[in-house]
């Protein structure tokens, strides 16, 4: 379709899998202890850090319904807005936040969005692995690729990886199928899935892609 991108995962995929499931047993660290102090104190100072959850609730709502699940993890959730906003409870996983910092249990959706650009650089492919692990069926990401208009305490731009969707399809595709890669404005919107759910990775990504269309 016009504006997405389709990817095929290749073979090395296999490889990342099985790296996601030795990653669950035995964790590297997904953050630095000095970053995860540093954007816990930007969710203390500012309030509007990571409340932009519940935009997506609408999005969210469509896939539970066409998946027929209400298993749902938002990974990086912040302050818990997609959770506000949806009519049922999910769980969440955000390392900066106080009471969801333990490693999360897999899901049947993960929903990771103004998450992945977050990620400090040399943690990105334990990130992307923990994700790995935790996806059962179906994963919703949406990447912001240019600068965010906030700054950490040591002044650095929250966004330290600002990045195009070529790059981002071939950091996904290691440890995923990617179904679609759709740009909408600065972000992307991405629908990945392990392997075996391809095909409903395809039919979620083709939902999202008529929704998006009709605003």
């Not at 095929?8 to 953050?31: M, Q, S, W, Y």
Request: glycine share 6%.
């Amino acid at each position: 379709a016009a504006g997405s991108t389709r990817l095929r995962c290749e073979p090395p995929c296999a490889d990342a899998r099985t790296f996601a499931n030795i990653v669950g047993f035995n964790k590297p660290a997904l953050i630095s202890a000095e970053y995860a102090a540093l954007n816990a104190r930007l969710h203390q100072e500012n309030l509007a850090y990571g409340v932009g959850g519940g935009k997506h609730a609408e999005v969210v709502l469509k896939l539970v319904e066409s998946m027929k699940t209400k298993s749902v993890l938002d990974y990086g959730s912040g302050k818990g807005y997609l959770a506000k906003a949806l009519p049922f409870p999910i769980w969440e996983y955000d390392p900066a936040i106080v009471g969801k910092t333990e490693s999360p249990r897999p899901a049947d959706l993960v929903v990771c969005t103004d998450v992945l650009e977050h990620i400090e650089p040399d943690k990105l492919k334990y990130v992307l692995a923990d994700l790995a692990r935790v996806t059962r069926m179906l994963g919703y990401f949406v990447i912001h690729m240019g600068p965010a208009q906030k700054t950490l305490p040591d002044g650095r731009n929250t966004h330290l990886l600002q990045k195009g969707a070529d790059w981002w399809a071939e950091q996904l595709s290691r440890f995923f199928e990617v179904a679609r890669v759709m740009p909408k404005g600065i972000e992307l919107h991405v629908v990945v899935a392990p392997r075996q759910n391809f095909t409903s990775a395809l039919r979620a990504a083709a939902l999202i892609q008529r929704e998006e269309t009709t605003v």
